[in-house]
């Protein structure tokens, strides 16, 4: 009796750990964090004001209610509690399929992220533009670098990563450019509402996707090493 040809297991589809790479791991962390500087810099001396003013004084023209409700549930979406949720679910729904070390990893991306964002927040210690705030009640927590911006940055792509990582390249890359967008939606809503100025926003950029390379990198190599 003939045997039937074994079959091969499904080829695990990588998005981000293999499109970032071990070489390209280091080159976000280190372009990110390279920005990241050059905006802390610019807060630090002043010279970020004149272009945050500008651009809060565009923004602020845009001001109706359709668009205010959009913003509302953007903005959510960068919350502590909404990419807690997010993140949590997926490590949890990979700890039970098995996947401990992507489940690890979405978890230390996430856990991560908000520790430095805090410990961002008391180095720089920045205060918010009061004085444009409007719609929502202004945070307490200082303004550089944005958290929601950080969160979104470090843990969505990521989130994203794991959940369709064994799907087909063209249904990755439309989560992904999906991922990218609220990513970016959710650092415009802060803007929008008068609670970040933009130089917060890109400095919540920098550091989340500066730690979101050095978390791919860390996955890429001990995947590798499991392979």
């Given at each position: 009796?003939?045997?039937?040809?074994?079959?091969?297991?499904?080829?695990?589809?990588?998005?981000?750990?293999?499109?970032?790479?071990?070489?390209?791991g280091v080159a976000l962390a280190s372009l990110a964090l390279w920005f990241f500087k050059e905006q802390a810099d610019h807060v630090v001396s002043g010279t970020a004001d004149?272009?945050?003013?500008?651009?809060?004084?565009?923004?602020?023209?845009?001001?109706?209610?359709?668009?205010?409700?959009?913003?509302?549930?953007?903005?959510?979406?960068?919350?502590?509690?909404?990419?807690?949720?997010?993140?949590?679910?997926?490590?949890?729904?990979?700890?039970?399929?098995?996947?401990?070390?992507?489940?690890?990893?979405?978890?230390?991306?996430?856990?991560?992220?908000?520790?430095?964002?805090?410990?961002?927040?008391?180095?720089?210690?920045?205060?918010?533009?009061?004085?444009?705030?409007?719609?929502?009640?202004?945070?307490?927590?200082?303004?550089f670098p944005s958290g929601h911006s950080l969160l979104s940055a470090a843990t969505y792509p990521i989130v994203a990563h794991h959940l369709v990582e064994r799907h087909s390249?063209?249904?990755?890359?439309?989560?992904?450019?999906?991922?990218?967008?609220?990513?970016?939606?959710?650092?415009?809503?802060?803007?929008?509402?008068?609670?970040?100025?933009?130089?917060?926003?890109?400095?919540?950029?920098?550091?989340?996707?500066?730690?979101?390379?050095?978390?791919?990198?860390?996955?890429?190599?001990?995947?590798?090493?499991?392979?």
């Amino acid at each position: 009796m003939k045997k039937e040809p074994r079959k091969r297991p499904k080829r695990r589809q990588r998005f981000l750990p293999l499109a970032i790479g071990t070489t390209g791991g280091v080159a976000l962390a280190s372009l990110a964090l390279w920005f990241f500087k050059e905006q802390a810099d610019h807060v630090v001396s002043g010279t970020a004001d004149p272009y945050d003013t500008a651009i809060m004084k565009a923004v602020q023209q845009i001001d109706n209610e359709q668009t205010t409700r959009v913003m509302h549930a953007i903005t959510q979406l960068g919350s502590h509690v909404a990419i807690g949720t997010a993140a949590g679910i997926t490590a949890i729904a990979l700890f039970r399929s098995g996947r401990r070390h992507d489940a690890w990893t979405v978890a230390i991306s996430t856990g991560g992220a908000m520790a430095i964002n805090t410990i961002l927040k008391n180095i720089f210690q920045r205060q918010r533009p009061q004085e444009l705030a409007r719609r929502i009640k202004l945070p307490r927590s200082h303004s550089f670098p944005s958290g929601h911006s950080l969160l979104s940055a470090a843990t969505y792509p990521i989130v994203a990563h794991h959940l369709v990582e064994r799907h087909s390249l063209p249904a990755q890359a439309a989560v992904h450019t999906l991922a990218g967008l609220i990513v970016l939606s959710v650092g415009f809503s802060r803007i929008y509402f008068g609670v970040h100025f933009p130089s917060d926003v890109l400095g919540g950029f920098a550091a989340g996707f500066g730690w979101l390379g050095l978390t791919s990198l860390s996955h890429t190599i001990v995947d590798s090493t499991e392979a």
